[in-house]
């Protein structure tokens, strides 16, 4: 009787198991419906969602605010500091730290945590985004930021460029990419769109067209993505 | 437990496998069950309420010939810093179909306008003095995709200005919901909830015989942090008409024309692949 009554709950007991089981493992349909009630989006193969098995990616798309468009332009980005939500009015704080330094400027004595850095055996003095060199007639001079220079960390504030492969970080209108551990200013790329006008820049109009100018790079206004940004140009 | 044991002994051997057979198939239909769309939904999951409202709702903007309305705009935004703050701004739409829109963008940052006049878009950039203009088909509908597919140009609010939105709803949303009867800044209001591949998004309509759209929300939840966008809408106007004036662009003295790009090759390429 008793073993009877064992065949039998083993028999209901491997049943269920084998329902449960195919309810689990061999409905696809019904687990991504039971991953949508759980508000998961359908990730679709090799499509990973905020973070990629091995490396870090961020999605992001440039616009918020539609339904009718709100597939249209996701990108997934490896850099979590470069963000393309282009229409948002907020400043970033970008500009915050941006001193808007008056080239040719004389100080008495250097802000507290500057440091010193090497040019071609010329010392300059970094501090916030500013450089400064001795000036003959005592104090020290503002300067335009000296290609070459390096720096330890991306200035405060610098705002992150993509071109191709290559990150920039641009800082009232000085353009740094990561070279080992520091960040060494590089000549402005052409063709490279930014957000801001460097502090300092001044209108110009060349051939009728407006463009403003900055330690020798010309900035041409455009229209990008429905905001106005600044294309480093060559003008013509 | 004595009795149903008794009960089951009381079985004849040949019959214990069918009896599991049945066990089995009772389960499964169960399961099935458990799988299909929920009663009162529409075979997709919306419950019949949230669509009929829906529908409603797309049906009174677009057979409205002009409407009028004002928005206040929240989006989360994140700072270089990596902090996640919320942006915010007003939108003044006006829309005459079956071409003509006119929209004013303002922030402390930003102020911008947008005239479509059936022919072309054009761009006014106040704060920095530059305008644009790029040719544009003769209806919204392709418009709002032309502007944002070739130029990048997002026209505010469009789930309000396109033809049909109902039909471009129901394409995308796997679920939707009647939350039930709330207010949004007093006015009474049924609150929806919809979700999608990417994106989950609600909308609270107007109680009554107009059942405008009062608050929207759109959560990206593939984003990190889920980012949001909240749209507060208020001064709804279907009876003030818009003359042809109100969609003509005139570009202020002082302000530079500039060129308005059209997307590289990377945001076409990721197009490409939506379309696919």
Known sequence: MTRTCFKMWRSTGIALLTVLFSMTFLHPLGAQRHEEQRGEPNRGAGAPRGRAEGQRQYVERPYHGSVRHSDFGVVRREHEDVHRNYDVDVNHGWGRFWGGFVTGAIVGALPYGYQSVNVGGVPYYYADGTYYQQAPSGGYEVINPPAGATIPQSPPGSIPVVVGNQVYYYMDGTFYVQQGNGYVIVPAPLGVTVPELPSAATQVVVNGNVYYQFNGVYYQPIIQNGVTMYMTTAPQ | ?276
């Open chain 2, 1 to 276: 437990m004595k009795e149903t044991n008794a009960a089951l002994m009381r079985l004849p051997q040949r019959f214990r496998p069918l009896l599991a057979v049945l066990a089995l198939l009772s389960l499964g239909g169960l399961a099935a069950r458990a799988a299909e769309p929920p009663a009162g939904t529409n075979g997709i999951g919306i419950s019949h309420h949230a669509d009929e409202l829906l529908r409603r709702t797309s049906d009174y903007l677009s057979q409205s010939p002009f409407f009028s309305v004002n928005a206040e705009v929240w989006q989360d935004a994140v700072m270089a810093s990596g902090q996640r703050v919320q942006a915010t701004r007003t939108v003044d739409l006006q829309v005459r179909r079956p071409n003509r829109l006119r929209a004013e963008l303002r922030s402390t940052r930003r102020n911008r306008g947008i005239w479509y006049d059936g022919k072309t878009v054009s761009i006014l950039d106040r704060n920095r003095g530059t305008y644009g203009t790029v040719a544009a088909p003769n209806n919204l509908d392709e418009m709002l995709d032309s502007s944002l597919l070739r130029f990048g140009i997002a026209i505010p609010l469009e789930d309000l200005i396109e033809s049909n939105p109902y039909a471009e709803a129901k394409q995308k949303v796997s679920s939707g919901t009647d939350i039930g009867p709330t207010t949004v800044l007093g006015v009474p209001c049924e609150h929806l909830a919809f979700s999608q591949t990417n994106i989950d998004w609600q909308i609270w309509i107007e109680d009554g015989p107009r059942p405008v759209p009062r608050k929207i929300v759109i959560i990206y939840k593939d984003e990190e942090g889920s980012p949001q966008y909240t749209a507060l809408l208020n001064n709804w106007d279907f009876e003030t008409k818009l003359p042809e004036f109100v969609f003509k662009f005139e570009p202020p003295p002082g302000a530079a024309k500039v060129n308005v790009m059209e997307l590289g090759p990377q945001n076409r390429n990721q197009q490409s692949k939506k379309e696919e």
